[in-house]
């Protein structure tokens, strides 16, 4: 096993991003501002995938320890990038993977309430929907408010019986952030659980579970993070690593390293949130692509990719305001997501149109949602504004 090392202080100086275009295979001719649907992947992630599969077909090199040391150089290169600690870091499959084992470990009792959004991304809503009928807990539905101030809303939805608050980092369709400070001191007074969906968020963003204090947070690793498809990740408080996994598998239980001993099993879990970890975590292939997107992310520094993105989001947003369309504030946005209302004249056919001119966006509901991340830069804002200025006209 790698030695444990301490966490470094990521964006101790702070520099403005250069251009890191030339780090992705996004020709020059394609305006993507879509990260939140897939990201694109640097050459490094992809040479990182290619050289995962080629080692996976050569099994007789693979050895005992390349089961246990790339997840766990994963896992602490992961806790950097959100400001946490490893031992609270598990690999899993996905989204509902992960909020399958918040709610698992939800104390949830009969009359108390959960709190989500309405219209919430939902793998985030499904397992809620189930706990609050088993437990005849009720289900508060946050309606999304006309003056974006979707903080203000979900603090007040929390009473002295709410158990849980499970809420997005960003709303899906508008960019509007959520303050989780404050709805953690809140949760703190009544004793409540805070689970967090970061999917939007971590990687392109500042994510600092240090201040934040979540008891759960999940994210994906092929959106902002510049990762693969297939890999996610769970944060659990440290008062949340001795619940119950989703799984009962081998990779979960401690020594499991010691193949010879798997024949006799081991009551125990392995250490902090590793009990949550997914089976055949131990990719050749996803670990490694991973591994290159979080020491790109951890060289750029969180600070700086949120500066940059930041920018270009400023730039949308006050393009769309010249053009009579309704947006949220910078200010009340997550980094690097916004949604645009459209007009009901929009034409049905407008994200066609757009691809047509290689540009690519997404369409949520009434609105086009817009995803800026590193590899784009201001002549991408001028290109996606006029395809949609013709496409309106």
């Known amino acids: 096993m790698i030695a444990k090392t301490k966490n470094k202080p990521v964006d101790a100086e702070f520099q403005p991003l250069p251009s890191v275009r030339d780090r992705f295979n996004v020709p020059a001719d394609v305006c993507y501002l879509n990260c939140s649907y897939m990201s694109p992947l640097s050459i490094a992630v992809e040479s990182a995938g290619i050289a995962g599969v080629e080692m996976r077909g050569r099994p007789w090199e693979i050895g005992v320890d390349d ?34 084992i918040a709610a698992a470990n939800a104390d949830v009792k009969a009359g108390q309430s959960i709190v989500i959004l309405a219209e919430q991304f939902p793998s985030n809503v499904y397992p809620w929907e189930r706990l609050a009928e088993q437990r005849g807990a009720d289900l508060i539905r946050v309606a999304y408010p006309e003056d974006h101030d979707l903080t203000g809303r979900v603090l007040e939805a929390i009473t002295s019986h709410t158990a849980v608050v ?15 400070e404050p709805v953690r001191r809140r949760l703190d007074e009544i004793g409540g659980m805070l689970v967090v969906d970061a999917s939007q968020t971590v990687g392109g ?8 204090r979540p008891d759960f947070l999940v994210t994906v690793a092929y959106k902002a993070m510049l990762g693969p498809y297939g890999l996610a990740f769970l944060y659990a408080d440290a008062t949340q690593r001795q619940g119950i996994p989703l799984e009962e598998g081998w990779l979960n239980r401690r020594d499991s390293h010691q193949f010879g001993a798997l024949l006799h099993g081991n009551a125990h879990y392995r250490d902090g949130a590793r009990r949550y970890d997914m089976g055949e975590r131990a990719s050749t292939i996803l670990l490694p692509m991973a591994q290159a997107a979080l020491d790109q992310m951890l060289e750029w520094g969180p600070v700086r990719i949120a500066a940059a993105n930041r920018h270009l989001l400023k730039m949308i947003i006050e393009e769309m305001t010249g053009m009579g369309l309704s947006t949220p504030a910078v200010d009340l946005c997550g980094a690097n997501m916004v949604g645009v209302t459209l007009r009901e004249s929009a034409p049905a056919d407008l994200l066609e149109q757009l691809r047509r001119k290689k540009v690519y966006v997404n369409a949520r509901g009434t609105r086009i949602r817009l995803a800026p991340h590193v590899y784009n830069d201001e002549s991408d804002i001028d290109r996606f504004v006029r395809a949609l200025h013709g496409a309106l006209s």
Not at 84 to 89: I, L
Not at 166 to 180: E, F, N, Y
Not at 205 to 212: A, E, G, I, Q, T
Request: hydrophobic share 45%.
């Open 67 to 100: 089961f246990f040391d790339p997840a766990e150089r994963v896992r602490e290169s992961f806790a950097t990038l959100i400001r946490g600690d490893a031992e609270g870091v598990a690999m899993i499959p996905a989204i509902s993977y992960g909020i399958g």
């Open 205 to 212: 963003d500042v994510v600092d579970v240090s201040r934040d």
């Open 166 to 180: 499970a809420v997005p980092s960003v709303h899906w369709t508008t960019g509007v952030r959520i303050d989780l």
